[in-house]
């Protein structure tokens, strides 16, 4: 949320200028008279009471809202009830797909197809390949900044966490069955619009039609129908935190990566450079990442002293930020009930361990905890966790592994 605003939400019944989320205070025309701020959830619902006057306030002047979206739980389970996803040698792109097809049929042509067989299949095959990619990204993304926070690159930390969310904005939405789509089409510009399931059909909305509260930039369209889910009822830990701005914004991206202002700008470490490095070092004061679990408060503060635990050092910290919705999107694969082979505890834990075996085993096994308990695989969580408390510095278990050839042999193959 930092550097976001808003426009004030009018109460039609007292006319008070409602404020949601953080920064009204900070507004230039700020009236203590007639401004009020709500303690609303982030994003609030469709309709909400006036904190001044209880009446019903229509939200949707400030905040993003697609009509019949997000669909339910149950809507959502109805649509991948007969769907397996395929493994394919050579994927498919849907961004390539729709660009080809728009050469010679309209977008509403197009998306009326995903409503037909055997379109709709296409449609959940290229939505669960996409939003599983994404989530791999956003894994790794996830992994670069442990590493970067680890050696102290405060500020690329950041931004590589920002990415993270970003990537797993982009693989929630296209779980629930909607994406957003600009892609170009020659002579006639872009194809640029929201594609979304509404718990029956597949529709569109072109982004020129959307209304004023989406903002239409690459990235913040995305943010935008994440904002328009609202809180749905579905079975994820901490869903209404995810699914919403209030960290690793596009705005606060912007600021740490692009800004030159001294002290609020970006790369707030750096800013006392021209004094020299033990004032630069003093005012960073650059603290590593310490090895703590940050998949669970109890592990995480393991043979703390509890009058010494404070909880908001586990809440507050920005990798358990990062990993509450890594989690929560392997939570609502689950959730749904089908069979699939793309998400994996091995391979999490093998890119785990490529990235960060050598730094933070303690993270690794919460990790390796963690993502069994969700997905409830045939990986040999015991015999994992044995090795790695086994000996203070265990040996990766990936790299008994080598690359030849393109392709990946055990090591008792390799001479």
């Known amino acids: ?203 569109h909305i072109r982004v020129d039609k959307l209304p004023k509260a989406f903002h239409r930039g690459s990235h913040e369209l995305w943010w935008s129908v994440m904002e328009a889910m609202k809180t749905p009822e579905y079975p994820v830990e901490h869903l209404s935190f995810i699914l919403s701005r209030l960290v690793f914004s596009p705005e606060q991206r912007n600021r740490i990566n692009y800004s030159f202002e001294y002290l609020s700008g970006g790369f707030n470490e750096l800013d006392w450079f021209d004094s020299g490095p033990d004032q630069m070092l003093n005012h960073f004061m650059p603290r590593p990442r310490m090895d703590e679990d940050i998949t669970d408060i109890d592990r995480f503060f393991e043979g703390v002293n509890p009058e010494d635990a404070d909880e908001g050092n586990f809440y507050g910290d920005e990798a358990q930020i990062l990993w509450c919705s890594l989690i929560g999107y392997l939570q609502f694969v689950k959730s749904l009930g089908f069979s699939q082979g793309f998400l994996k505890t091995e391979t999490i834990l093998a890119l785990c361990e490529l990235h960060i075996g050598a730094e933070y085993p303690n993270i690794i096994q919460g990790i390796a905890r963690s993502v069994h308990a969700v997905l409830q695989d045939d990986f040999n969580l015991e015999s994992f966790l044995e090795h790695y408390q086994s000996s203070p510095n265990p040996e990766p278990l990936t790299s008994r592994w080598r690359l030849r050839r393109g392709e990946i042999f055990p090591k008792s193959r390799l001479n």
């Open 1 to 203: 949320m930092r550097g976001f605003t808003r426009p004030p939400i009018i109460c039609t019944h007292c006319g008070a200028k409602i404020h949601a989320g953080f920064g009204a205070s900070s507004a230039p025309d700020y009236d203590p008279a007639n401004d009020v701020h709500a303690s609303w959830s982030e994003p609030p619902s469709r309709m909400e009471a006036c904190p001044r006057c209880q009446s019903s306030v229509d939200t949707s002047s400030a905040y993003p809202v697609l009509p019949d979206f997000p669909p339910s739980f149950e809507a959502l389970k109805g649509f991948y009830a007969d769907f397996t996803p395929q493994w394919e040698s050579s994927r498919d792109s849907f961004e390539v797909r729709i660009q080809e097809s728009l050469k010679t049929i309209q977008l509403e042509d197009f998306v009326a197809g995903l409503n037909r067989d055997p379109g709709l299949r296409w449609f959940k095959q290229r939505m669960f390949y996409r939003s599983t990619t994404a989530f791999h990204r956003a894994l790794q993304l996830f992994l670069g900044f442990l590493t970067l926070d680890g050696h102290c690159y405060r500020t690329w930390s950041q931004v590589t966490a920002y990415y993270s969310r970003f990537y797993f904005v982009q693989a929630f939405l296209n779980l629930c069955g909607s994406t957003c789509l600009n892609v170009p089409i020659a002579p006639k510009g872009n194809a640029a619009a929201v594609l979304y399931f509404d718990g029956k059909n597949i529709r």
